[in-house]
């Protein structure tokens, strides 16, 4: 993967859909094209906030630099599976980081887990932050979607294969969430998600445990400085 940089995670503290990584999109390429909208209610989002998301594009390519967007994943999607137009704000990331045995130890739901406190739960803040887009009342929940490297797939020869995690939650729970009024079992309880291994989508509910990690939020890379004029949260 072409990748600004990679970061290797250990031990418990790190804690798809898959496809071949793309390389990371630039901000306005990070945003669902307009065509790709089926209805009219979904273009009328994306018409009526596309300044926002491509603030918060910006944001996640010039503060988040281990991390990429997939292109054209910014935008309102319905969750999987579903009858109705419910629309939600979306973000699909791609976490870059080399293979590392601890977190390879890890069982399948445990890397789920890790990786959705570390980096989920604050692109989910990130979102929310976005009160004009979460105040629409065409918008019916957030969703985060996370894809990185399955431990194991990347030897030479291999195809790599990614692990892919999508939740979709609806306003009012992410929104008690994240103030601390709802505790982390009931918000899984609430929120619809899928797991991906490879192709395959993996059956069942993937039991999944949330905590408090500030890596999203804290961490630095040396030597980087956001461009000049860039708003870092």
Known sequence: MTSRYCVTVGALLV?????????????????MPLEKYTTAKAKSLATAHRRELLKFSEEIYNCLPWLSVAPGRIGFPKAKD???????????VIIDQREDPAFAALPQERRVSAMFSRYGVDMLRRMAALTDVLNDSG?????????????????????????????????GTIVDFLAKRVPPKEFTSRA??????????????????????????TFKVANYEPPKGAQCQ
């Open 82 to 92: 579903s009858t109705t137009d419910d629309r939600y704000l979306s973000t699909w």
């Open 15 to 31: 804690m798809g859909l898959v496809f071949t990584v793309p390389a990371f999109a630039a901000p306005e390429d990070a945003l």
């Open 192 to 217: 619809k998600f899928y797991l991906f291994d490879g192709m395959d989508q993996v059956a069942g509910r993937v039991p999944l445990e949330v905590w408090e990690d500030s890596f999203n939020s």
């Open 139 to 171: 918008v019916s929940g957030l969703s985060v979607v996370l894809s990185w490297l399955k431990p194991g797939t990347s030897q030479p020869g291999q195809q790599p294969v990614n692990e892919t995690f999508a939740l979709f939650v609806d306003k």
